[in-house]
Nanobody
Framework: QVQLVESGGGLVQAGDSLRLSCAVSGRTFSSYRMGWFRQAPGKEREFVAAIMWASGYTYYAGSIKGRFTISRDNTKNTVYLQMNSLKPEDTAVYHC??????????????????WGQGTQVNVSS
């Protein structure tokens, strides 16, 4: 069974930075792609970033492009989300997700079969 455990969330001020981590365990081979999604209260789950595990290709939502960076460490089976210049509108629960099939769009959460429990990010103005 695949397990994803996020960490690194917290309360920061606008303009600050945070780095989220997502440790993946339970499978001997790497996923096809990993994604970060976020969900704010009363809003739908929103795509943030994705990375193809083998190639390292990255994709970003327009709202965070240039401020957030997704990366992975193959040796640690961990994916990171470096978040800089945080804004109050970045406040949400951030989830990482793994997809082993490669089917469908990387930005659509329905294409990811495994999810972490989420980590809360609060950005005050």
């Amino acid at each position: 069974q695949v397990q994803l455990v996020e960490s690194g969330g917290g309360l920061v001020q606008a303009g600050d930075s945070l780095r989220l981590s997502c440790a993946v365990s339970g499978r001997t081979f790497s996923s096809y792609r990993m994604g970060w999604f976020r969900q704010a209260p009363g809003k739908e789950r929103e795509f943030v970033a994705a990375i193809m595990w083998a190639s390292g290709y990255t994709y970003y939502a327009g709202s965070i492009k240039g401020r957030f960076t997704i990366s992975r460490d193959n040796t640690k089976n961990t994916v990171y989300l470096q978040m800089n210049s945080l804004k109050p509108e970045d406040t949400a629960v951030y989830h990482c997700a793994a997809d082993y099939s490669g089917r469908g769009a990387y930005a659509d959460h329905v294409n990811y079969g495994y999810w972490g429990q989420g980590t809360q990010v609060n950005v005050s103005s």
